[in-house]
């Protein structure tokens, strides 16, 4: 007699990929992960009808798998009300208040677990990762934008409004700083996230600073990867732009350890991922920052344990929510 095996399907939607993948209650991938681009219609705004039609044939696979098929996780990369499933501000798929969680339960019938792809992701490393018999762990990740979700004292912390872990919206210039997504200048993430990267490397291309970076310039603008690139090939001012990065995300991480006193740091995300030891860098720099012993010797930075940590959360969120999980 076989074990009865309980499985939901995870969606991770990012500002430009949208991920799919049906995974057990042991956080085992059950099929292979789906990738595909976010639909946006002429106005740059996601289609959420388009988005439903490239989930249908997952939850059609899941529907015909031996088991007990519980339910769609669904991660979005802003702020999203738990409760309702509610997009409230979702600024890089440009929604604002659409009830994306709803329309997904009506169009198959199923339970939808929506939340922000920060809290997935933190659920799938105390779940099956890093994060397991911890009790005090932020999730960071370094993108597109920068920012991450929060659990303290063995709880997911939301705060007064669901909104919480917008570390990245701290304000660190506002006065030299640029506009920021959410509407303010010089926000911590206008400095250390992909763009901001992007754009110290086309302006040290532009004024010549990185002889690297000028070359590539003369062909295209230039990317993110490029900088770290350059930083690898040993390029002065590539250098720079990634030594700043890793200082100012130290600084705010720092920060955030001496108010809550975390044990661990979870840091994913594209940028994170860009040159192999960043990870480790930024925790050997946030030290210079913790203001306690305790904290310098015993704070454990490190990367995420899944190739997406947000996906396998969203399945995470449905085995919890149902009561099939226990952190
Ligand atoms: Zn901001």
């Given at each position: 007699m076989t074990e009865n095996r309980f499985f939901a399907l995870a969606i991770d939607i990012g500002g430009t990929?949208?991920?799919?993948?049906?995974?057990?209650?042991?956080?085992?991938?059950?099929?292979?992960?789906?990738?595909?681009?976010?639909?946006?219609?002429?106005?740059?705004?996601?289609?959420?009808?388009v988005l439903i039609d490239l989930i249908s044939p997952y939850v059609e696979q899941a529907c015909r798998m031996e088991g007990d098929f519980l339910g769609i996780g669904l991660g979005c990369c802003g702020n999203i009300n738990q409760k309702t499933g509610m997009a409230v501000l979702i600024a890089n798929l440009h929604w604002r208040n659409v009830p994306f969680g709803s329309m997904v339960r009506d169009a198959f019938g199923l339970p939808v677990y929506a939340a922000t792809d920060g809290r997935m992701a933190l659920l799938g490393e105390l779940a099956w990762g890093a994060g397991r018999g911890r009790k005090n762990v932020a999730w960071a990740t370094i993108g597109t934008g920068y920012g991450g979700y929060l659990y303290l004292d063995g709880r997911l912390y939301a705060g007064a409004h669901g909104f919480a872990g917008n570390f990245g919206h701290n304000t660190w210039d506002e006065l030299h700083g640029s506009l920021c997504g959410c509407g303010r200048h010089g926000c911590v993430e206008t400095f250390v996230a992909g763009p901001a990267i992007a754009r110290a490397g086309q302006i040290a291309a532009d004024t010549k600073t990185s002889p690297f970076l000028s070359q590539i310039a003369i062909q295209r603008v230039i990317k993110t990867r490029d900088v770290f690139d350059g930083e690898r090939s040993g390029d002065t001012a590539c250098q720079n732009i990634i030594a700043e990065v890793i200082r100012l995300v130290s600084i705010n991480l720092g920060g955030l350890v001496n108010v809550l006193d975390l044990e661990m740091i979870i840091i994913g995300g594209g940028v994170a991922k860009a040159a192999e030891d960043l990870v480790e860098r930024i925790s050997v720099k946030t030290r210079e920052y913790l203001m306690t012993e305790e904290a310098k010797t015993d704070l454990i930075i490190v990367s995420e344990t899944f190739s997406n940590s947000a996906l396998f959360g969203a399945s995470a969120d449905v085995f919890l929510q149902q009561g099939r999980l226990v952190l």
């Open positions: 990929k949208m991920e799919c993948g049906i995974v057990d209650s042991q956080g085992r991938l059950l099929s292979a992960v789906g990738k595909h681009q976010v639909p946006f219609n002429g106005e740059g705004i996601a289609d959420p009808a």
